[in-house]
Nanobody, 119 residues
C-alpha cells in the first residue's frame, strides 16, 4: 500500500521561503507536487522522475526546485521568492502520467499541506 506523508507547510511573508517534504512508502517512481487554491482547479507545480528528469509549471520556474533522495524515499520542494498567489493546499503525488503535470491520472495523493503567503 502506497502512503505519502507531507510536511513543511506554513505561513510566510511575500518573498520568503519554505521547503515541503514528502516521504513515500511502497512507491519509488515518478513523484510531484500539485496545488489547489480555493475555488480553483488542482494544478501541477513540479515533478521529478526516477532518472531525475524534472518539469515545472511556468508560474514557478526559477523560484521552486524539486529534488529527491531515493535512499530516504523522500521528495522535496524548495520554494523561494514566494508570492501571495502561491497560497494553496499543496499535495504530494506519486504515479504521474508520463512526463506530464496533469492532475488527472495521478495514482496516489498525499493528504495535503497548507502554504499561505501574505503580502
Amino acid at each position: 500500500q502506497v502512503q505519502l506523508v507531507e510536511s513543511g507547510g506554513g505561513s510566510v511573508q511575500s518573498g520568503g521561503s519554505l521547503r515541503l517534504s514528502c516521504q513515500a512508502s511502497g512507491y519509488s517512481g515518478s513523484m510531484g507536487w500539485f496545488r489547489q487554491a480555493p475555488g480553483k482547479e488542482r494544478e501541477g507545480v513540479a515533478r521529478i522522475d526516477n532518472d531525475y528528469w524534472t518539469r515545472y509549471a511556468d508560474s514557478v520556474k526559477g523560484r521552486f526546485t524539486i529534488s529527491r533522495d531515493n535512499a530516504k524515499n523522500t521528495v522535496y520542494l524548495q520554494m523561494n521568492s514566494l508570492k501571495p498567489e502561491d497560497t494553496a493546499m499543496y499535495y504530494c503525488a506519486a504515479g504521474l502520467v508520463y512526463r506530464s503535470l496533469q492532475s488527472t491520472g495521478v495514482n496516489y495523493w498525499g493528504q495535503g499541506t497548507q502554504v499561505t503567503v501574505s503580502s
